[in-house]
């Protein structure tokens, strides 16, 4: 007992956490303990965070702008941050053949661009003991079919976080999750829909991501499970660079290491033999 009270006498004071995406599914919650602790977040998303408390700050912006999040960080001059949440994002799917510099632009702005713009931003505002966490994804591990850009913008964005740790000190954590039941998989399909960037030879591949994608709303990781791993994660001493959250990412990590010819044939027929099954279905 006289350990418990040692260590939550112990734990670090939290005053102002700085959140990006912060309408998502998965850190909602955790934004709710936060201010329910009185701890100041500065909330930052494109549309509306349905909470309000006196310790919430709500910002409402671009984040695929650099414009945007250059006046957005006016506002937090002489503010020092002792967190930062990046959960924002935005998924293209299409094939390779089908790929141009327009949905190129689109991915690589909304996540590595306004990743870049966010870090330069931070200089002065974080010291030796704040922490930044990511929300990567399992896709960063490279190994899924028509998801290239989000792959690429994924694990491009862990690249240089790492870089970015080694070269200021600044601990940043990154979370490999696998599939979680949220939101964003409805959005996805909408935007991805809108962008009719798969033709005839692949429409048949298109239903059934679409299909799956949104089957994916319902299942998979509990918001709630991510959420209070990310609330663990802002306490904790010396947390892990990299962690992989969910039964599917942790597979994806040991395929990883098996990259092959052989293995991307395996997928390929898995692919296709879920493809022919959903159309059987249908």
């Keep these: 007992m006289t350990k418990i009270v040692y260590i939550f006498l112990m734990r670090k004071v939290l005053k102002n956490i700085l959140i990006f995406g912060a309408t998502s599914d998965i850190v909602f919650s955790t934004i709710k303990k936060l201010v329910d602790n009185k701890v100041n977040v500065y909330a930052v998303s494109r549309s509306n965070l349905e909470l309000d408390s006196p310790y919430l700050h709500k910002y409402n912006v671009n984040l695929s702008d650099e414009n945007s999040i250059n006046e957005l960080f006016l506002k937090f001059k002489n503010i020092f941050f002792d967190r930062v949440i990046i959960a924002h994002g935005a998924c293209i799917c299409a094939p390779v053949e089908n790929l141009n510099s327009n949905l190129l632009d689109y991915q690589i702005n909304v996540t590595v661009k306004s990743l870049l713009s966010i870090l330069k931003n931070l200089k002065g505002l974080l010291n030796k003991t704040s922490r930044i966490i990511f929300l990567s994804s399992m896709a960063s591990y490279g190994l899924f079919p028509f998801l290239s850009l989000y792959s690429i913008s994924k694990a491009s964005s862990d690249i240089i976080l790492n870089s ?77 660079t990299s962690y992989t959250l969910g039964f599917d990412a942790h597979i994806a990590s040991i395929f990883s290491l098996f990259k092959s010819t052989l293995l991307f044939k395996v997928i390929r027929f898995i692919l296709d033999k879920r493809v022919e099954s959903f159309y059987h279905a249908k």
């Design 164 to 240: 970015y740790e080694i070269e200021t000190g600044i601990k940043t954590v990154s979370l490999k999750i696998g599939v979680v039941a949220t939101k964003f998989w409805a959005s996805s399909v909408d935007l991805n829909k809108k962008c009719l960037s798969f033709n005839n030879e692949y429409s048949k591949y298109a239903d059934f991501m679409f299909n799956n994608a949104l089957k994916n709303s319902t299942r998979g990781l509990k918001p709630s499970f991510v959420s209070d791993f990310i609330y663990k994660l802002l306490y904790i001493n010396n947390p892990k």
